[in-house]
Nanobody, 125 residues
Framework: QVQLMESGGGSVQAGESLRLSCAAS?????VGWFRQVPGQEREGVAL????????QYIRSVKGRFAISQDRSKNTVYLQMNSLNPNDTAMYYC?????????????????????WGQGTQITVSS
């Protein structure tokens, strides 16, 4: 069982930055950051494959968000720049130690079996 501890949420003005952290209690293969607005489905925002460091982003955050890792701390970060009100959501860190989970693709919630508690990001205009 892997435990994930998130930190770094908060309230900011549009244009400002925040950095989220996700510390894992054991080695993992993939980490994803997801977000959810009340009444909407949870969406994947960024993914990172731990071994090769390959990052992926959804179109709406590409160029503004950056996912990175500190392998010595088993921690993954999501640096969020140029935040706008559309980024307001509960953000969740998700991880898995399996290389694949058929039939789910990497952006599917079902692909991840470990989840953080969530942290709220609120961006005011």
């Amino acid at each position: 069982q892997v435990q994930l501890m998130e930190s770094g949420g908060g309230s900011v003005q549009a244009g400002e930055s925040l950095r989220l952290s996700c510390a894992a209690s054991a080695r993992i293969y993939i980490v994803g950051w997801f977000r959810q607005v009340p009444g909407q489905e949870r969406e994947g925002v960024a993914l990172l494959y731990i071994d090769n460091g390959w990052p992926q982003y959804i179109r709406s955050v590409k160029g503004r968000f950056a996912i990175s890792q500190d392998r010595s701390k088993n921690t993954v970060y999501l640096q969020m720049n140029s935040l706008n009100p559309n980024d307001t959501a509960m953000y969740y860190c998700a991880a898995d130690d399996r290389t694949s989970v058929e039939p789910y693709g990497p952006w599917s919630e079902s692909r991840f079996r470990y989840w953080g508690q969530g942290t709220q990001i609120t961006v005011s205009s």
